[in-house]
């Protein structure tokens, strides 16, 4: 039995101090064992991983490190292999991509970017675009007319006297 107080801190601090550090030597080991999936030129292509996904954390700004991986923590693979993706590519939010832009370049009526820096990502047509843009005039209770133009009802401010005011803006 330990009769002094001090030699029994002493002993608690140890045993915490080894549990702390053989916790490190596991995580330690298991990012040592996982694939760099950029090293081993094996990153995923079809889908890539979207650059805000937690096994990513990519930027999606254009910098340096436009659509590239940082993430360094490993984790399972749907094979069962631990990966780690950092360096791959990775592509931004499909919203972000327009279809025609020349780091898409996808062909015509596709949605699959082919310019190298984009290659495999996701982007939007114009249709795509369109049907966005009806989404949204939608939910605000603008009325689309079948001439491509929205009609939108516009409050009077306080100073202005009479009723709303109607007008029709053209999107072609």
Not at 33 to 58: E, I, W, Y
Not at 72 to 78: E, G, R, T, V, Y
Request: hydrophobic content about 35%.
């Amino acid at each position: 039995m330990l009769s002094h107080p001090s030699i029994f801190l002493r002993l608690i601090a140890f045993a915490a101090i080894t549990g702390a550090t053989q916790e490190n030597s596991d995580t330690t080991a298991s990012t040592v064992m996982a694939t760099h999936l950029a090293n081993a030129q094996r990153c995923p292509v079809l889908p890539k991983p979207m650059c805000s996904d937690d096994n990513c954390q990519g930027s999606i700004f254009v910098c340096a490190t436009q659509f590239v991986c940082s993430n360094q923590n490993p984790f399972i693979a749907s094979d069962g292999q631990s990966v780690i993706l950092a360096g791959c590519r990775c592509c931004p939010l499909p919203i972000q991509v327009w279809c025609h832009d020349h780091h898409c370049a996808a062909p015509e009526g596709t949605r699959i970017c082919v310019a190298e820096s984009l290659e495999g990502c996701s982007c939007m047509t114009g249709k795509d675009r369109l049907a966005a843009v009806e989404a949204a005039a939608a939910e605000e209770d603008y009325v689309w007319r079948s001439d491509d133009s929205v009609e939108l009802d516009l409050e009077p401010s306080s100073d202005e006297e009479g009723g709303t005011v109607t007008t029709a803006t053209s999107f072609g």
